[in-house]
């Protein structure tokens, strides 16, 4: 069964400074992977997704994420945060299968920025 | 143009009542989903359905029981509630075909609060 991994559970950065999000998966075959992210008292919004092809993939608001199969890792990243950044990303991974498919979560890792 | 929508938004009942919650989704999509969000903020799909046919069901007590009328509708109805029940609950749907790839769509959430 795949995993997700997030390390940091509470990250907290400066308007302006860069950002990383950490995310490390278990999957035994090549997986899906998607960031969302969750604005306070809102739902999930996609913010990028990597399926095959280039391991740098672009998204909304800015944000982009290397898939490193070396590290089993799918980090996010963003060069300038903005106020309106803060909020709560998931990474997950999606698992095809035949007649099934599911997203495995992480356990989120909240952003706080200052102003 | 809401693409998924719950209603309500939230619901605070007591303890042994029965309730549902709604969703419906206007993309035209032939999957849709139920997650549960627990108050660490971590989130567990519980049931997926495929033109009206149960696909995934995960650990989840016999109490919550799903119904599709139709492709467009999944609703969560939940018999004798539970302290432990009370978490946000998130609707999304997808296309299956290449599911893997396409993105889920989340709905804004209900919160549940029982008491």
């Known amino acids: 069964a795949q995993s997700v991994t997030q390390p940091d559970i509470h990250i907290t950065v400066s308007e302006g400074a860069s950002l990383e999000l950490r995310c490390n998966y278990s999957y035994g075959a090549t997986p899906y992977l998607f960031w969302y992210v969750q604005s306070p008292g809102q739902g999930l919004q996609l913010l990028l997704k990597?399926?095959?092809?280039?391991?740098l993939v672009q998204g909304i608001k800015g944000f982009e994420a290397e898939f490193k199969r070396s590290q089993s890792s799918f980090n996010l990243r963003k060069p300038s945060v903005h106020w309106s950044d803060a909020a709560e990303y998931f990474c997950?991974?999606?698992?095809?299968?035949?007649?099934?498919?599911?997203?495995?979560f992480g356990k989120g890792t909240k952003l706080s920025v200052i102003p | 143009d809401t693409a998924v929508s719950q209603t309500p938004k939230y619901l605070v009942t007591q303890m042994g009542n029965d309730k549902s919650i709604k969703c419906e989704q206007n993309l035209g999509h032939d999957t849709m989903y139920w997650y549960k969000q627990d108050s660490k903020k971590f989130l567990k799909i519980m049931f997926s359905y495929n033109n009206k046919e149960l696909i995934i069901n995960e650990t989840v007590p016999n109490r919550f029981s799903p119904k599709s009328p139709d492709k467009a509708h999944l609703n969560l109805h939940i018999n004798s509630l539970e302290l432990g029940d009370s978490a946000v609950y998130f609707c999304?749907?997808?296309?299956?075909?290449?599911?893997?790839?396409?993105?889920?769509?989340f709905g804004p959430g209900t919160r549940l609060t029982v008491l």
């Open positions: 990597y399926f095959s092809g280039d391991t």
């Open positions: 997950a991974v999606g698992a095809p299968g035949a007649g099934s498919y599911q997203l495995t």
């Open positions: 999304a749907s997808s296309f299956m075909e290449l599911a893997g790839e396409n993105e889920q769509f």
